[in-house]
């Protein structure tokens, strides 16, 4: 569905201040505390830079640390982690069009700072009613 390869700068500089600075910029990891939201236009992925999606009913949803899975060895290239469980938003409640173009990830629920983008394989267009999912293993984030 959607692999999310863009960090943010605001995430690459705090990894890097943790590794090298002993977390001298306060960088706490989420744990619990990662949110899965959607956006409809991306202007700079690497700035964090979205129009996150703003219909009806809609809102980031919780991804604890235990519904996310680890891949990758110390020998590999690329590290992955991907959802083990569906991320499901609720129905879109009011009337017209949205299209999806993006999933985000974030360390709140609303404002807080995004951490990745990722663009989906294809656009998602929802009218009312409508159920956005991403089904298990899904959503990848991956570093290389």
């Known amino acids: 569905m959607a692999t999310s390869n863009a ?3 605001y995430l690459e500089r705090r990894l890097l201040n943790y ?3 002993n977390n001298s910029l ?3 990891s989420p744990g619990d505390n990662i949110y899965v939201g959607l956006a409809t236009a991306v202007s700079a992925a ?3 830079s979205v129009t996150e999606a703003s219909f009806g009913a809609y809102a980031r949803q919780q991804v604890a640390a235990a519904s996310w899975t680890t891949i990758g060895a110390d ?3 690329t590290q992955t ?3 083990t469980s569906a991320i499901e938003f609720p129905a879109k409640s009011d009337s017209g069009n949205v299209t999806i173009t993006h999933v985000i990830i974030a360390d ?3 404002s807080g700072n995004i951490l990745f983008v990722g663009e989906l394989d294809a656009s998602k267009t929802l009218a009312q009613n409508d159920i956005f999912r991403i089904n ?3 959503l990848s984030i991956e570093l290389k």
């Open 7 to 9: 960090a943010t700068n």
């Open 19 to 21: 590794i090298f600075k």
């Open 26 to 28: 306060t960088f706490n």
């Open 46 to 48: 690497e700035t964090g």
């Open 75 to 77: 020998s590999t290239d």
């Open 81 to 83: 982690a991907k959802n």
């Open 108 to 110: 709140a629920s609303s």
């Open 136 to 138: 298990a293993t899904n």
